[in-house]
């Protein structure tokens, strides 16, 4: 029971500290000192290092707060594909609800750091993986948007995503530290949400300008 409180101190204090001042800010010695423990290896012991602390937090975000490439691939099991607008909506429930609490706000912000700063090309790898979770996802996508060039029907997909993940860390942002910025001033939920529908709706209905030719994950 003590391991597992210990764990849970250094989880909770290393959450609060990288969402609110950035992974790359927070030092080691100021997750122990939030926890309230002295031993200096206790971060060592319990998750191996600092990276693997975050790698634990984004874990929980990818998995159970922002589930949202497994919610979109699950639409592959559907004998009707879904509207592109079932689609975007999914993404877009998932993000405002995660940045209706405090802790999603939290892990908005890490989410944003790891994947555009700490590890910019990890979702381009994760693409490019085999993975079964990847391999259906994109098959939804190709399933959900059959008059897209396959490449071109990802990398929308891809930019949807990143374009989502900006939007709700600035909000988050704004909203850990209570001084929301004029552009996103916006206090209901639902609100939040349809901007997030209109943005991802916008950017998967374009007119087609390119063609796979220009498109890589490799």
Known sequence: MAVRDARHRLREAALDL???NGVQHTST???LDAAGMRNPSAISYHFGSKAELVDDLVTEFITDAYPIIRLQAD??????PPTVEEWAATAADSAAALISTERGCLLARLWWEYDCVLHPDAFEEFLASGLPLAVEWQQAIHKTFPDLPPLIAVARNVIVLRSI????????????VQKPAHALMVKDPAAVRDALLEV????LTAPLGLTDDDMTFS
């Open 29 to 31: 010695r100021a997750i």
């Open 18 to 20: 990288f969402g609110r």
């Open 75 to 80: 639409f592959i099991n559907r004998a009707q």
């Open 200 to 203: 991802s709706m916008a950017l």
């Open 165 to 176: 993940e900006w939007l709700i860390a600035r909000r988050a942002r704004n909203l850990l």
